[in-house]
């Protein structure tokens, strides 16, 4: 196992406990428009947690494009109201 496996494992991990949590994976882009996409959807009265690298979606088969380590995976869900 190398280290970009333990990495995928631990970035994967992070993601089902977001999930878990209620967040819902939006997207996976660069990590500079992944700034202006969390602010936006912060704007939009959410939840944000942007984790660095590349979550693929459920049941994705390739994933060859999501090795460029400059990507950001976002994960939002409603702000809770208290």
Known sequence: MTSSDLN????????????????ERMSVVDATRGEELA????????????????????????????SDPGLVTLFVRKRTQV
């Open 39 to 66: 602010e936006l959807y912060e704007e939009l009265g959410n939840e944000v947690v942007v984790l660095l690298g590349a979550v693929p979606a459920e049941g994705q088969e390739c994933t060859e494009c999501l």
């Open 8 to 23: 995928d494992a631990a970035l994967q991990a992070r993601a089902r406990e977001l999930t878990a949590q209620g967040y």
